[in-house]
């Protein structure tokens, strides 16, 4: 473990995670304003409404227990782990092995349960709904979720993220059959557990649809900005994950900083693609009932199943 | 002074103890703090000394031992290896918490009854620990009896109340069933030569066909003990009848005899394992899974909720011994130890977890007087201690890293993940389907326990509609908390240095495989879970918490230092209704309507939903399980007609039985000659 530049670029590549996720919210909302043809946001507006947020009083309820307190800042570090094990820009992170696939599966749904718990915790309607609605998204996405990431586990005979980025950016440019599969499942994945379209709405707050915003409802202030942070290095974690697995190519191996730049570079025109693409899907699609969400993941699941399949059958 | 210190020995006096403590207690049956202040925390102590020994014995070769006891010709073989050992310390560590519990939680039992609990209570450890000792068939059927027959009286301790009977006649007629197919089995590995010991039955060469019948009858009769589907009728009913720490021995450690049983006779015994059997357990286990979780989403009983859970919890070990009986017969024994080491470690986490959440469960019946979760709410401003212990059970059931229950599904799916080494393809491809089964489970078991603990624990209290009366109302006696303070240290230990528990666990796989983890699992240092290969697989809980309280710390410390730490208090916001109440609030009822809706063919549901013009709503709603109806009512008809008909032979006039006895002479010259 002696390897101080690869902690040090550890530490160093969480941090830019964390600071860069609300640019890529900001460029998701621009585009689809633009898309939208309304006139666009500016692209730091997400900073600006964090250091808002953190600026004024926060406000709680008077049955608010510790534990409501303290789940912003459970889900800020569930979601800073998460980005500290994605190969974003190299995949040399020793932190990487204390958590493999499987654990990062179990980052996402330990944030999830406590920011279901801190909904249900001021005892408000709404709260217990979005909590109920959430928990059933998750645990619809959470199957399908671990079968596409099985599928990659498969493929390069590894959980561990960085040694299945390093075996699929490594072979010669074929198209898996079972990666196509594994991809499609995986962006409904994100596109669920991300709280976006079509399966929620993060704009509205419209009792009938809203599942995550009515969770966070009773937040206000430095906690809000906390939770909407932890959001955003969400999203930016799923989509480095996607194009960690889907797209790798680009990404600098272990020791050789001077592939540093060109990485970034690729991680930049990868990002702005993925983030104009699920504008896109924003703006094309419309949000599903609640009760379409089951068919809409279990067509992710099986989705990912058949990847898995294929891989068996065809071995690729 | 050697033989006392060797861990049969020692395990032995453990068990012996517990007798003594059991007949103690009868003798001064009006004094009740005997029982409180000695028999229950001395027993503990024996359990802790019971653990130690365990422990011992997994690093030790098996030792055997022949007590003069018993019929003439037929004395009693003890024999404590590395299997027996592991669960000889599951027994005496989880039981030590629960007894502890035990001892503050029947205070206010009146001084017979408690004489009377106290005795069951202790026959109930000792029976589980001749259980694990046995080294021959008859030993283990009258330890086997003695487990279900004292855990029987402790169910329907509260006999005066017709549920409760019911409940216990149900369990007694279950664990009976799978008494006859053990003994069954026991018969068929015996097959008319030699003897009964363990020994004789180890080296039987059996018929392949035979080998099957007699895995199907050890697979179902030891299945019946757990709780597996379709034989876990008895399960939800029985738990919840009996005290809280009776439910959570039971359901911690009784039904872990079973898997004990069940590796033991397979495994051991029967020895030669096909990968077609292991097909049957993986079958059974993920139905077990599914359905336990599913339907103890629909529980809104406490105690009901987590006897669901518990056989969703033997689903889960049941996929992992599956797995490892597969790999096995395909010759993969290291992927086959894997799996293996997966199904026992689930076995001591839940039986960890599941003991502490039973635990909480009996707290809040004792402060509040309830069971039914529609009835609680905000128990953590009344009761903080239990919420917090209660918490950590919640989060290792759920599978949620760094705690215990992850660390033994995280195992499971390794073992999935080795499906690739398999010569079948149609076996390779089932297996990872298996593991998603695990992990819709898993996502399943963690929405349930947020509903719990929202909705017991957290929100407003919500109007009780019967309330019994409260004994107290306030948080767990300190008795009690120390109890589930130990469990809930046991999550934190056994999720947080697994390496430890792996390399005994692999212990284990030697002894009844002959082969290991490979080597770089074993090198690997405590602070890396390393199941087959580094560059395979790694996780490092201790790393893990580390890094998630500091990232958490330093954003509070960032926050604080470059904001504020301004707060007011106000009210919740209404939505713009001010006549909201605390009955608004979601119930369990209401939580579990998603899951209704996407699994409804699954339930035998009867719902009456009130008009728009209804003067008086009420909502109704009634969730039964198919077996009832598609199994078990079936089959109780079918033996009762059968039972009547045989009546029509008794008249109970002495000429017509002498007439019977005639006849069978008669027949008997006839034929036999």
């Known amino acids: 473990m002696n390897n101080f530049p690869g902690i040090a670029f550890q530490i160093l590549q969480s941090v830019f995670v964390v600071l860069a996720a609300p640019l890529l919210v900001g460029w998701v909302n621009q585009c689809r304003a633009w898309l939208q043809n309304r006139s666009a946001p500016s692209l730091l507006l997400p900073y600006w409404t964090l250091a808002k947020l953190f600026h004024k009083d926060a406000v709680m309820a008077r049955d608010a227990s510790p534990l409501f307190r303290l789940t912003p ?61 959430e928990m059933l998204i998750g645990f619809l996405a959470e199957p399908a979720m671990l079968m596409t990431l099985f599928t990659a586990a498969f493929i390069s005979g590894s959980t561990q993220l960085t040694t299945i980025v390093d075996t699929l950016a490594h072979r010669e440019f074929t198209l898996y059959p079972s990666l196509a599969f594994a991809a499609v499942a995986f962006l409904m994945v994100l596109l669920a557990e991300n709280a976006r379209i079509p399966i929620d709405n993060p704009t509205t707050h419209l009792e009938l649809t809203m599942v995550h915003e009515a969770m966070i409802l009773e937040y206000s202030a430095r906690h809000l900005a906390l939770i909407e942070w932890a959001v955003a290095i969400k999203l930016f974690a799923y989509v480095t994950i996607g194009i960690a697995l889907f797209a790798p190519w680009g990404i600098a191996e272990a020791g050789d900083w001077s592939a540093l730049p060109v990485a970034f570079a690729a991680l930049a025109v990868k990002l702005a693609l993925a983030g104009a693409g699920l504008a896109l899907i924003e703006t094309v699609l419309a949000k599903l009932r609640l009760f379409l969400a089951p068919e809409f993941l279990s067509t992710a699941f099986l989705l990912a199943v058949l990847g898995m399949l294929t891989h068996f059958l065809v071995r690729g | 002074m050697e033989a006392i210190s060797s861990p049969l020995a020692g395990s032995l006096i453990v068990a012996v103890f517990w007798l003594v403590i059991a007949a103690l207690g009868l003798a001064p049956a009006h004094n009740a703090a005997f029982t409180r202040r000695f028999a229950f925390p001395l027993g503990a102590l024996a359990g802790l000394v019971l653990a130690a020994f365990g422990l011992q014995a997994v690093w030790l070769p098996a030792q055997t031992l022949t007590l003069p006891l018993g019929l003439p010709d037929l004395p009693f073989h003890l024999r404590v290896d590395p299997l027996a050992g592991f669960f000889l310390m599951l027994l005496g560590s989880v039981s030590a918490g629960i007894s502890v519990y035990a001892a503050g939680y029947f205070r206010a039992e009146p001084s017979g009854r408690l004489a009377l609990i106290n005795l069951q209570y202790h026959v109930f450890l000792a029976s589980m620990a001749f259980v694990l000792l046995a080294d021959d068939a008859y030993l283990f059927m009258v330890a086997w009896e003695t487990m279900a027959l004292s855990s029987y009286f402790l169910v329907i301790t509260d006999h005066k109340l017709p549920a409760i009977r019911s409940a216990g006649f149900l369990y ?167 799996g293996l080491i997966a199904g026992l470690y689930h076995t001591l986490n839940h039986a960890v977890f599941k003991g502490l959440l039973f635990l909480g469960a009996g707290s809040i019946l004792h402060s509040t007087g309830m069971r039914n979760l529609n009835d609680m709410g905000g128990l953590v401003h009344s009761m903080p201690k239990t919420a917090f212990y209660f918490l950590i059970g919640a989060l290792a059931i759920s599978a949620l890293p760094p705690l215990n229950g992850f660390v033994s599904e995280w195992l499971t799916f390794q073992a999935a993940l080795q499906a690739p080494l398999l010569q079948n393809g149609v076996v390779r491809s089932l297996l990872p389907l298996f593991a998603a089964t695990l992990a819709l489970a898993g996502a399943l078991t963690a929405m349930c326990f947020v509903k719990v603990y929202g909705i017991a624990f957290l929100g407003r209290p919500r109007e009780p509609t019967h309330r019994t009366p409260v004994p107290h109302g306030g948080d767990a006696s300190g008795m009690e908390r120390y109890g589930m303070a130990w469990l809930a240290a046991g999550c934190f230990v056994l999720g947080l240095f697994p390496t430890s528990f792996l390399l005994m666990l692999n212990r284990i796989g030697v002894s009844l495989t002959g082969q290991g983890l490979s080597e770089q699992a074993l090198e690997s240092s405590w602070l890396w879970l390393v199941p087959t290969a580094a560059e395979e697989a790694s996780y490092s809980p201790v790393i893990f918490l580390v890094v998630i309280v500091a990232v958490t710390a330093l954003a509070f410390l960032l926050v604080r230092r470059f904001y504020h730490g301004r707060l007011r208090f106000a009210d919740p916001w209404d939505c713009g209704f001010p006549e909201q109440t605390s009955r608004m609030q979601d119930t369990a009822d209401a939580f579990g309507q998603p899951i209704r809706h996407v699994f409804g063919p699954l339930y035998r549901m009867q719902r009456d939903l009130p008009g728009p013009d209804d003067p008086a709503p009420r909502y109704f709603l009634k969730i039964e399980d198919h077996h009832w109806y598609w199994l078990y009512l079936p089959v109780a008809r079918a033996a009762e007609f059968v039972s009547s008909k045989i009546a029509l032979l008794q008249h109970g006039r002495i000429s017509i039985y002498l007439l019977y006895s005639f006849l069978t002479l008669i027949a008997l010259l006839v034929f036999v000659r």
């Not at chain 1, 782990?81 to 932190?95: E, H, K, N, S």
């Not at chain 1, 179990?106 to 001021?122: E, N, Q, T, Y």
């Open chain 2, 172 to 338: 007694l007629l279950i664990a009976h069933l799978g008494a006859i197919a053990i003994l069954l089995c026991f018969g068929v590995l015996h097959g008319g030569r030699g003897d009964y010991s363990f020994e004789a039955l180890r080296a039987a060469q059996l018929q392949p066909a035979w080998a099957t019948a007699a895995f199907l009858l050890a697979f179902f009769g030891f299945g019946a003990k757990a709780g597996m589907i379709p034989l876990h009728a008895w399960l939800p009913e029985a738990h919840p009848a009996a005290p809280s720490p009776v439910s959570a021995l039971m359901s911690g450690i009784m039904i872990k005899t079973a898997i004990y049983g069940m590796v033991r006779v397979i495994f051991d015994l029967i020895g030669n394992v096909r990968w077609e059997w292991g097909m049957v357990v993986l079958a059974i286990g993920a139905a077990t899974t599914l359905f336990g979780v599913l339907y103890a989403l629909m529980q809104h009983d406490l105690k009901r909720l987590l006897a669901y859970h518990s056989v969703e919890n033997i689903g889960i070990i049941l996929l992992g011994l599956g797995m490892s009986m597969v790999f096995i017969g395909f010759g993969h024994p290291a992927a086959g130890v894997l």
């Open chain 1, 73 to 133: 800042y459970i889900l800020f570090g569930c979601m800073w782990l998460a980005a500290g094990i994605v190969p974003v820009l190299a995949t040399d992170l020793p932190f990487a092995p204390a958590a493999d696939i499987i654990a990062l599966v179990g980052v996402f749904a330990l944030a999830r349960v406590f920011s279901a718990l801190a909904a249900m915790d001021i005892g408000t309607s709404f709260g217990g709904l979005g909590a109920r609605r």
